[in-house]
């Protein structure tokens, strides 16, 4: 998310497993244009359906050009 709140960016990787690794992978980019130096906001959900279990991971990347 920008500074604004805005969502720049988001990613479903229904398929990861140990061998391989996540598709989702953020270029720096939005809109294509590279995004301004600074802090953004990232929210992670993921979920393991064999043990039935969810976790949410909020932080934050800081973009350095």
């Known amino acids: 998310f920008n500074r604004w709140g805005q969502l720049i960016y988001h990613c479903e990787d229904n398929a990861p497993n140990n061998e391989i690794k996540s598709s989702c992978v953020w ?22 359906h064999k043990l039935n279990q969810a976790q949410t991971i909020r932080t934050s990347i800081m973009v350095i050009d």
């Open 27 to 48: 270029d720096g980019t939005f809109n294509g244009v590279n995004v301004s130096n600074g802090s953004y906001a990232t929210i992670i959900n993921f979920k393991n």
